[in-house]
T-cell receptor
Framework: SQQGEEDPQALSIQEGENATMNCSYKTSINNLQWYRQNSGRGLVHLILIRSNEREKHSGRLRVTLDTSKKSSSLLITASRAADTASYFCATDSTGYSTLTFGKGTMLLVSP | DGGITQSPKYLFRKEGQNVTLSCEQNLNHDAMYWYRQDPGQGLRLIYYSQIVNDFQKGDIAEGYSVSREKKESFPLTVTSAQKNPTAFYLC????????????????FGEGSRLTVL
């Protein structure tokens, strides 16, 4: 299946700094989504970006999508300790009615 | 409040036993999914269902079975044929289809952690 890959696998920053996570995928997509997972909990949807969009904002989140490079990035500005979690990208593709998730980036924000 | 409820949260199974994980949603969503999560491997799709009385295998369906007799319910049975069932299991749902025929935002339950003794 066309699994996305997040980079880096783990990221450690201080409160107030920005955090950037990247996602690469292999096949053409309709949409790309980002999710957050706190340890031992279910995933929570953060943002969906369509293949014809290049950038999308939601609060402190900024997502970019480059379909020519088959990649996306998630930027969290002014990070807080409460942002500590794992972040996953998920992709679909034409003809598929399911999402494929990457392995995630584990973000640690220290006070 | 609307949402997805998974139960039990923790489950212990002896080798050779079948166990059933419950997933119920009151969001009136059409599609439901079961994912398995192992440390460092992300989420892998087990089964999914887009309508009542119909379901499809995902990437790792061997050793699992499901049913979709009601729109609200999508239970997963982990059978004795599943060689390594210890994992975190996540159920999700979405309103389907979107305008592009692709799944939209998934709503997840809080997960069920299965341990084989």
């Amino acid at each position: 299946s066309q699994q996305g890959e997040e980079d880096p696998q783990a990221l450690s920053i201080q409160e107030g700094e920005n955090a950037t996570m990247n996602c690469s995928y292999k096949t053409s997509i309709n949409n790309l989504q980002w999710y957050r997972q706190n340890s031992g909990r279910g995933l929570v949807h953060l943002i969906l970006i369509r293949s014809n969009e290049r950038e999308k904002h939601s609060g402190r989140l900024r997502v970019t999508l480059d379909t020519s490079k088959k990649s996306s990035s998630l930027l969290i500005t002014a990070s807080r300790a409460a942002d500590t979690a794992s972040y996953f990208c998920a992709t679909d593709s034409t003809g598929y009615s399911t999402l494929t998730f990457g392995k995630g980036t584990m973000l640690l924000v220290s006070p | 409040d609307g949402g997805i409820t998974q139960s039990p949260k923790y489950l212990f199974r002896k080798e050779g036993q079948n166990v059933t994980l419950s997933c119920e949603q009151n969001l009136n969503h059409d599609a439901m999914y079961w994912y398995r999560q192992d440390p460092g491997q992300g989420l892998r799709l087990i089964y999914y269902s887009q309508i009542v009385n119909d379901f499809q295998k995902g990437d790792i369906a061997e050793g699992y079975s499901v049913s979709r007799e009601k729109k609200e319910s999508f239970p997963l049975t982990v059978t004795s044929a599943q060689k390594n069932p210890t994992a975190f299991y996540l159920c999700a749902s979405t309103r389907f289809p979107t305008g592009q025929g692709a799944p939209g935002e998934l709503f997840f339950g809080e997960g069920s952690r299965l341990t084989v003794l």
